[in-house]
T-cell receptor, first 115, second 117 residues
Framework: AQSVTQLGSHVSVSEGALVLLRCNYSSSVPPYLFWYVQYPNQGLQLLLK??????LVKGINGFEAEFKKSETSFHLTKPSAHMSDAAEYFC?????????????FGKGTLLTVNP | GAVVSQHPSRVICKSGTSVKIECRSL??????MFWYRQFPKQSLMLMAT?????????EQGVEKDKFLINHASLTLSTLTVTSAHPEDSSFYIC?????????????FGPGTRLTVT
């Protein structure tokens, strides 16, 4: 079984500031990990994914995340926030095999960016 | 590539009626499709997993007779909400994936907003 915990349901940053969205996972086998972004009334867009290659993963729109096995974490960062980054962010985990890669999502973190 | 569409994007129906939502993979053949439900300001809840040509596998607590899922082809899955009630109002999102040995990513549709009056 797997689970995801996103610390902080709401994160507020100033434009240009560092963005840090936290995600911790639990998995009985080595996981695949994902970060998705959702804008209001839209589906999910994949930001980045970890699939057991490089532990530092770079995604779209300047986001990156680092897989830390010892901390069971996969935090999402961006050096400088932009107004357009304001959205809901979901961390998700799937088992590597045998489950149709069924995703388990965290509860989400709403990011607001202040001018 | 890997585009998934949903139709309709929004639907309003009266209580007691049924409504069908389509999910299509536009440029690939999807071995597996997933249906999620999302309540306002909440996460996605997996409702069911469907493989082409076989019955859907429903998550615990999801009523099979209420949420009928048909995965008739490798590019189309449908979710029918039968005898809809106001509490069925929600945002429904589908996703599609390739065979496990090819890819491990789910590609999401844009979602369908269902309002039951």
């Amino acid at each position: 079984a797997q689970s995801v915990t996103q610390l902080g349901s709401h994160v507020s940053v100033s434009e240009g500031a560092l963005v840090l969205l936290r995600c911790n996972y639990s998995s009985s086998v080595p996981p695949y990990l994902f970060w998705y972004v959702q804008y209001p009334n839209q589906g999910l867009q994949l930001l980045l994914k970890y699939t057991s290659a490089a532990t530092l993963v770079k995604g779209i729109n300047g986001f990156e995340a680092e897989f830390k096995k010892s901390e069971t974490s996969f935090h999402l960062t961006k050096p400088s926030a932009h107004m357009s980054d304001a959205a809901e962010y979901f961390c998700a985990v799937s088992l590597t095999r045998g489950s149709n890669y069924k995703l388990t999502f965290g509860k989400g973190t709403l990011l607001t960016v202040n001018p | 590539g890997a585009v998934v569409s949903q139709h309709p994007s929004r639907v309003i129906c009266k209580s007691g009626t049924s409504v069908k939502i389509e999910c299509r993979s536009l440029d690939f053949q999807a071995t597996t499709m997933f249906w999620y439900r999302q309540f306002p300001k909440q996460s996605l809840m997996l409702m069911a997993t469907s493989n082409e040509g076989s019955k859907a596998t429903y998550e615990q607590g999801v009523e099979k007779d209420k949420f009928l899922i048909n995965h008739a082809s490798l590019t189309l899955s449908t979710l029918t909400v039968t005898s809809a009630h106001p509490e069925d109002s929600s945002f429904y999102i589908c996703s599609a994936s390739l065979p496990e040995e090819i890819d491990y990513e789910q590609y999401f549709g844009p979602g369908t907003r269902l309002t039951v009056t």
